[in-house]
């Protein structure tokens, strides 16, 4: 398993924006998949955005299309998922991981591998 280090998050108004960033600690080779899955209570864990090693090959849950966007640098540590327009629904306890797949159809799926998540809270 290897140890990320996630910071941003916080709580926001609706329509504003936040960042997260998820990097690998230590010398950890550079993870094939970066992504975030988000849990609110009562709800189950979904895959919110994912990224390859090719900075390229990418996935977005139809809940956030257009408004929030995954980025890494190719072949680096670290990935970013910017979140835009956020609306209530987005609150969540927001979970980075670097071990995910990113089918041609569905939804990106992972094996484990979590960070320790961060929160985001959006306010009306």
């Known amino acids: 398993q290897v140890p990320l280090v996630e910071s941003g998050g916080g709580s926001v108004e609706a329509g504003g924006s936040l960042r997260l960033s998820c990097t690998t600690s230590g010398d950890a080779v550079s993870p094939r998949c970066m992504g975030w899955f988000r849990q609110a209570p009562g709800k189950e864990r979904e895959g919110v955005a994912g990224i390859y090693i090719d900075g390229v090959t990418t996935f977005r849950a139809k809940s956030v299309a257009g408004r929030f966007f995954v980025s890494r640098e190719k072949g680096k540590n670290t990935a970013f998922l910017q979140m835009a327009d956020l609306k209530t629904e987005d609150t969540a306890m927001y979970y980075c991981?670097?071990?995910?797949?990113?089918?041609?159809?569905?939804?990106?799926?992972?094996?484990?591998?979590w960070g320790q998540g961060t929160q985001v809270t959006v306010y009306s």
């Open positions: 991981v670097a071990d995910c797949d990113i089918p041609l159809i569905g939804p990106m799926t992972s094996r484990g591998g």
